[in-house]
């Protein structure tokens, strides 16, 4: 069973959280929201049981073993060093572009995102930064799409392995109204600037569906994401690395659902969704390999009104980011920690 931490700032009146990312101790970076600011970013410190709050305006949104983080201000992308940087680096978008915004970096500084010409992320393209040392992120370069695609995103990204290679997983899409999982591998140079190795190579869907995503990728280049049918009903899959697209198992009732992270020991969490007294519901699940699936409510003690709806990261040491309702806590769905 699981120990559970709502992940809610004291001191603040939060009206929501989310989790979005933690390293191997534990340690997790995400945003809440109060009733005044759109978003405030935070870091919280497994070992102190304490909070850090960046100002307002700040999502953050990747963590690395490290303690280097990213996320993005007013449509701009962000690099921190450390939690005590008072500096962060802006991540720049492409020449002729106005927005950026970084998703995750691995322990190699390796970081995904998009950049986009409008203010709203119209047709945004994926992109990948690096790190060269302290303070000092170049311009980044942009990983292509499939043929015909206008835009995609960049989300997941591996830690390097034995080859130096990043791989990079998300999606490629725009011709129609649906898009495609796709991966791309990055290395970098003697002069530490990042350059695509190959890619983007097209991940396909399940027998049938009409399109999918890439959401999660490990050292290991095992890959997890959804693929949907024609009524945009996604159902969660795994691709071990040289292998085809397949569906993980589902809960009883499951009808939908995601995966959305997966650990180097190929442990895989997400959430599915049933239908419960003609109400959709869902739940958070853990895949403990491809062919078995555990309801992570059911590893927690949960207070009256409590209750846990989905995951969406594991570490390598089994700690898990999930989020649900705790009426204590905020006023609307929270992310917390299972450890």
Excluded at 211 to 223: A, H, P, Q, T
């Amino acid at each position: 069973d699981y120990n559970l931490v709502v992940l809610a700032p004291s001191g603040v009146q939060a009206t929501s959280s989310y989790a979005s990312d933690l390293d191997d101790l534990g340690n997790v970076v995400g945003t809440y929201s109060d009733s005044v600011n759109d978003r405030i970013g935070f870091y919280y410190d497994l070992a102190t049981d304490s909070y850090t709050l960046f100002q307002p305006g700040v999502g953050v949104f990747g963590l690395n073993n490290w303690g280097k983080m990213v996320g993005a201000y007013n449509n701009t992308g962000l690099y921190w060093d450390s939690l005590d940087d008072p500096n962060p680096v802006t991540l720049s978008p492409l020449a002729d572009h106005l927005t950026s915004e970084a998703r995750r970096i691995n322990d190699a500084g390796i970081i995904t995102g998009i950049s986009a010409s409008t203010e709203v992320h119209l047709r945004p393209v994926p992109v990948v930064w690096k790190v060269i040392e302290q303070g000092v992120v170049p311009d980044p370069i942009e990983l292509p799409l499939l043929q015909g695609d206008i835009e995609g995103s960049a989300i997941g990204v591996s830690e390097q392995n034995d080859e130096g290679i990043s791989r990079i997983v998300g999606y490629s899409g725009g011709r129609s109204d649906y898009h495609w999982a796709v991966m791309w591998e990055v290395k970098v140079d003697e002069n530490g600037v990042p350059f695509l190795h190959s890619g983007p190579t097209e991940l396909g869907s399940l027998d049938g569906d009409v399109s999918s995503d890439g959401l999660g990728v490990n050292f290991r280049g095992d890959i997890v994401g959804h693929s949907n049918n024609s009524v945009s009903s996604p159902w969660p899959i795994s691709k071990p690395d040289g292998q085809p697209m397949q569906p993980l198992p589902g809960i009883p009732k499951a009808i939908h659902g995601v995966a959305v992270g997966i650990n180097d020991l190929g442990q895989m969490v997400g959430r599915q969704g049933y239908w419960k007294q003609h109400y959709p519901a869902f739940k958070p699940v853990l895949w403990p390999d491809a062919g078995s699936v555990i309801d992570l409510s059911k590893m927690v003690a949960l207070g009256r009104d409590e209750e846990l709806e989905g995951a969406y990261a594991i570490n390598n040491a089994g700690h898990i980011l999930a989020y649900g309702y705790f009426p204590d806590k905020a006023h609307h769905a929270s992310g917390c920690l299972l450890i």
